[in-house]
T-cell receptor, first 111, second 114 residues
């Protein structure tokens, strides 16, 4: 069956460290993968999109990798800040029709 | 400012009543989507529409209905047939009906049915 997993439900890290979040999938062949940030009681906000033929994408302190052999995407936040605390969602392209979302990882950056 | 407006933010209904959630966008996007979010679960797709007057069922369409009579509007009706309607409902849009465009989300409607 098709499944999307994100490494852990919650992740706590110290301010200034790099946060690494994982998105693993089975029985999908996504052409695109997206990452979103969601704050409590709000809708998700788009962060980054990476294509299947791209190994890595960067935007300011954010970096995403996409390994179609391992069926995994890693999402990194460098020099993390308390303001980065939120839930982060990965979303996979579903055969070009729509996106399917992972359950999310709740990141807490501790001062 | 362009964006997606969902109203109301909180909605309370008695069991057995139909309820309609509003979603309006002024981004001139072709595609619109409805997702449901439950604690500890990812967003699950209810319905999506890639063009006016056309829509497709998502993974959990049973007990829901939609219409897309105008490009800007994609209302969702939660019918009494939906067995567990209490949830956080999110509407989204994207410029391109394909999947290489990001989704723009509204801030959701939290529906409570008692």
């Amino acid at each position: 069956s098709q499944k999307i997993e994100q490494n852990s439900e919650a992740l706590n890290i110290q301010e200034g460290k790099t946060a690494t979040l994982t998105c693993n999938y089975t029985n999908y062949s996504p052409a695109y993968l997206q990452w979103y940030r969601q704050d409590p009681g709000r809708g998700p906000v788009f962060l980054l999109l990476i294509r299947e033929n791209e190994k890595e994408k960067r935007k300011e302190r954010l970096k995403v990798t996409f390994d179609t052999t391992l069926k995994q995407s890693l999402f990194h936040i460098t020099a993390s800040q308390p303001a980065d605390s939120a839930t982060y969602l990965c979303a996979l392209d579903n055969y070009g029709q729509n996106f399917v979302f992972g359950p999310g990882t709740r990141l807490s950056v501790l001062p | 400012d362009g964006g997606i407006t969902q109203s109301p933010k909180y909605l309370f209904r008695k069991e057995g009543q139909n309820v309609t959630l509003s979603c309006e966008q002024n981004l001139n996007h072709d595609a619109m989507y409805w997702y449901r979010q439950d604690p500890g679960q990812g967003l699950r797709l209810i319905y999506y529409s890639q063009i006016v007057n056309d829509f497709q069922k998502g993974d959990i369409a049973e007990g829901y209905s939609v219409s897309r009579e105008k490009k800007e509007s994609f209302p969702l009706t939660v019918t009494s047939a939906q067995k567990n309607p209490t949830a956080f409902y999110l509407c989204a849009s994207s410029l391109d009906p394909g999947t290489n465009s990001p989704l723009h989300f509204g801030n959701g409607t939290r529906l409570t049915v008692t």
